[in-house]
């Protein structure tokens, strides 16, 4: 059965970091790449970052290139999402899921929150 779970979300004013965890399973993990997606409120989901399997292909959204940066520990079936210069259109929830993996539930994900 396979579970994502998203943690490390919170309430954090502009211009700071937070660092979200993906504990992936129920799949070989190392074998699928990874994205991070977002949802605003009112919006669609967004995919905001990609890692490849082994780690050496990665792909951001204009919108997050250059503050954000994701990363994989294959051996913690873990896809992590470090953020920096937070800003207020970051709010989201935010959730990791395999593109290829179409049929796979999602997880709850984790609430970022940007405000002063």
């Known amino acids: 059965q396979v579970q994502l779970v998203e943690s490390g979300g919170g309430l954090v004013q502009p211009g700071g970091s937070l660092r979200l965890s993906c504990a992936a399973s129920?799949?070989?993990?190392?074998?699928?790449?990874m994205g991070w997606y977002r949802q605003a409120p009112g919006k669609e989901r967004e995919l905001v970052a990609r890692i490849g399997s082994a780690g050496g292909i990665i792909n951001y959204a204009d919108s997050v290139k250059g503050r954000f940066t994701i990363s994989r520990d294959n051996a913690k079936n873990t896809v992590y999402l470090q953020m920096n210069s937070l800003k207020p259109e970051d709010t989201a929830v935010y959730f990791c899921?395999?593109?290829?993996?179409?049929?796979?539930?999602w997880g709850q994900g984790t609430q970022v929150t940007v405000s002063s």
């Open positions: 129920g799949f070989t993990f190392s074998r699928y790449t």
């Open positions: 899921h395999a593109p290829a993996r179409i049929s796979d539930p």
